[in-house]
T-cell receptor, first 113, second 114 residues
Framework: SAVISQKPSRDICQRGTSLTIQCQVDSQVTMMFWYRQQPGQSLTLIATANQGSEATYESGFVIDKFPISRPNLTFSTLTVSNMSPEDSSIYLC??????????FGQGTRLTVV | AQSVTQPDIHITVSEGASLELRCNYSYGATPYLFWYVQSPGQGLQLLLKYFSGDTLVQGIKGFEAEFKRSQSSFNLRKPSVHWSDAAEYFCAVRYGGATNKLIFGTGTLLAVQP
């Protein structure tokens, strides 16, 4: 299994500002995934981050709004840009295990006011 | 479109009672099936998974799930629920390969009455 640490665990931000969420994994992985969980909803994949290449975004998510960095095989960041109250969600980082299961960080609970 | 359905949004059971949470997936070859639990303020923890073989799989915390291909179902069960099982449960599926996109159901919120 993989141990994933996310920072910050929660934050309250003003609309129009940006927040960068960090994700650290205890082992080297090829792909890292970022999910959004809106209040009372399920998880939606935002993008897949590969080291050394541009992130791949899912339909409905764009790089200008959710820029992602992947500087090495154990670390990634997701930035939520120009935030509005609609961006209030839990953001989760994930990696795949050897058995096709996914492991998740504890999430970042974002409230935009 | 490939999807996962969890028909029950909320379920309340008494402590000590049995539990079954339903999950149905849309038809697809070689589904990889998972159940996750999310406790308040926490990330997701894997309870169990099914790829092939014995259709009754055992997981952590006393949970089990049964894969029924004919019904496209992968229901989660526990014979005796504990108060600490109160959480949200998500069924998830990968279609067509172990590295394909993970698709989540909408979740079932479990409440446990004393």
């Amino acid at each position: 299994s993989a141990v994933i640490s996310q920072k910050p665990s929660r934050d309250i931000c003003q609309r129009g500002t940006s927040l960068t969420i960090q994700c650290q994994v205890d082992s080297q992985v090829t792909m890292m995934f970022w999910y959004r969980q809106q209040p009372g909803q399920s998880l939606t994949l935002i993008a897949t981050a590969n080291q050394g290449s541009e992130a791949t975004y899912e339909s409905g998510f764009v790089i200008d709004k959710f820029p992602i960095s992947r500087p090495n095989l154990t670390f990634s960041t997701l930035t939520v840009s120009n935030m509005s109250p609609e961006d209030s969600s839990i953001y989760l980082c994930s990696v795949d295990g050897l058995g096709a299961e996914a492991f998740f960080g504890q999430g970042t609970r974002l409230t935009v006011v | 479109a490939q999807s996962v359905t969890q028909p029950d949004i909320h379920i309340t059971v008494s402590e000590g009672a049995s539990l079954e949470l339903r999950c149905n997936y849309s038809y697809g070859a070689t589904p990889y099936l998972f159940w996750y639990v999310q406790s308040p303020g926490q990330g997701l923890q894997l309870l169990l998974k099914y790829f092939s073989g014995d259709t009754l799989v055992q997981g952590i915390k006393g949970f089990e799930a049964e894969f029924k291909r004919s019904q496209s179902s992968f229901n989660l069960r526990k014979p005796s629920v504990h108060w600490s099982d109160a959480a949200e449960y998500f069924c998830a599926v990968r279609y067509g390969g172990a590295t394909n996109k993970l698709i989540f159901g909408t979740g079932t919120l479990l409440a446990v009455q004393p």
